[in-house]
């Protein structure tokens, strides 16, 4: 059984009083050397807690590990225009040797619009721009002649290998955006009978599309604090369809969280 196991880098948390902004550097290294696939980091510019920028938590995180992989969990791509966007995707794919997992997502309403605002983009258009800017993302990533939104012709250099691109969410639209661009599906907290059925839906919208099917990602998905018994758990959502999973470490003690997490792996 294969299953991908990741972790959330410390760089906010949902608790405002217990903000986890710790040791990005330390926290990717340590993912590396207990044998961890993959580190990421949340994005927002403004959240309900001090949050670091993902560009530059996953930059920082690549210049000091060789192998695990980094990925945006997830990226806000309609927050930003695209080609700089996509600047900033292929630079990560440069410095990072291909290293990079692409996760997009469209706004957690619970935030608010006040980072969007303040970004000059408009919340209420999101799910329109990131269509938008997805069609575009892989002609302006490597580095071919591109047609913005806007009608301006660009080519971006260097161009760089598309990484794969993983869609957030766990509704009807978010699961057929995920079937026309992505590589991949990325949901919360879902429990094993769920990932069944949505990886099923999943595989019957990529065919109406005539792409392959899914590969369905799993963040924070709920275990028990045993590792055994976790280990059972996360068999269960390999069984189910899941090619990976990433826990979220709870409270700044994130070094905890991720040799728990590498006692589960070990445990596979």
Known sequence: MTLEIGTILPTSTPDPARPILGDVRAAARLAEQIGLDSV?????LVAGAPILDSTVVLATAAAVTDRVRIGYGVLLLALRPVAWA??????LQYVSGDRLIL???????A??????????????ERGRRTDEALRVLPDLVAGRPAVLP???????????????????????????????YAEGWIALGLEPPQVAAAAAELATLAEEYGRPPLEVTIVAPPLATDPGRAAEQLAAYAEAGAARVILAPSGSEWQVGYEFAAKIKARL
């Open 40 to 44: 990421w980091s949340t994005d927002h």
């Open 111 to 124: 935030h608010g619009d006040t980072g969007w605002r303040a970004a000059g983009a408009p919340f209420a």
């Open 103 to 109: 996760g997009v997502g469209t706004g957690n309403p």
């Open 86 to 91: 996509a600047k900033q995707i292929a630079a």
């Open 150 to 180: 806007n009608g301006t012709e660009v080519t971006l250099a260097p161009g760089a290998t598309m990484p794969p691109v993983l869609i957030a969410g766990d509704g009807e639209r978010a699961r057929r955006r995920a079937a026309a």
